[in-house]
């Protein structure tokens, strides 16, 4: 008797995102003397600096597209007026937008880089009242540049933030990760293109064993329910 095959799931754009940025070393594993910011051993280094590909960028901001379709969208367009990146992020904001025109073609969304002071604000500045989404390439970035505060100075309303992964790593002494901690500070949230759990999925299907099990002992102790 034949036996019934199982459907294979194909891997989400998530997962595609943490496969390609694996396979490209932006996500490395056993990396001696690797350390968060509060001096935590961490059982992987994600270091976006390494993007040298434009299919790495565009799984990237494939991954980005859903979360933004599932999390800033609302009936005839999008829950945002206006994108903005901090001035080091501008290649990934630009990767985005083009992205966006490409997947959901509509009106021209407004972008802009730049901090109007120490860097020239480039593309369309916000309007008073717009609605502002923030690209970014990690929470530090939102936290330690007053990014709220700028969108504020320049009259916007920030809305939300996407970052490419999301470790869920609890704060030092708190509960809540730093994502949740920007997300209850100014009432936005704040979502990635990938999380540890999506990071858990894809190693898992490599067979990865001594990875995995690193992974799942630091995600025990360390992170915060997905």
């Known amino acids: 008797m034949e036996k ?6 194909m891997p989400s754009p998530a997962e595609q995102f943490i496969a390609k940025a694996i396979a490209t070393n932006i996500f490395t594993f056993h990396v001696l003397g690797c350390l968060s910011r509060d001096g935590r051993c961490l059982p992987y280094q994600f270091d976006l ?5 434009g299919d790495m960028l565009n799984a990237l901001t494939l991954a980005w597209v859903e979360v933004i379709d599932k999390h800033f969208r609302k009936s005839g367009g999008y829950a945002f007026d206006a994108i903005y990146s901090p001035p080091s992020d501008a290649l990934v904001l630009g990767a985005l937008v083009s992205t966006l025109d490409w997947k959901r073609p509509g009106p021209h969304r407004t972008f802009w880089s730049g901090d109007g002071r120490s860097l020239p604000i ?3 500045p916000v309007k008073p009242g717009d609605r502002v989404l923030v690209v970014a390439t990690n929470i530090a970035d939102l936290q330690e540049g007053r990014t709220a505060e700028f969108v504020k100075d320049l009259g916007g309303k920030l809305v939300g933030a996407i970052i490419p ?3 869920q790593e609890k704060g030092v002494g708190r509960k809540l990760s730093p994502t949740r901690n920007f997300e209850q500070e100014h ?3 704040v979502r990635a293109a990938a999380t540890f759990a999506d990071l858990i999925c894809v190693v898992e299907r490599s067979q990865a064993r ?8 630091y995600r025990k102790e360390h992170c915060v329910a997905a």
């Open 210 to 217: 001594e990875t995995l099990a690193e992974l799942r002992k």
């Open 49 to 53: 600096q390494k993007i040298s590909s």
């Open 187 to 189: 009432g936005v949230l």
């Open 165 to 167: 992964f999301d470790g």
């Open 122 to 124: 480039m593309g369309n």
């Open 4 to 9: 019934k095959r199982i459907p294979t799931r």
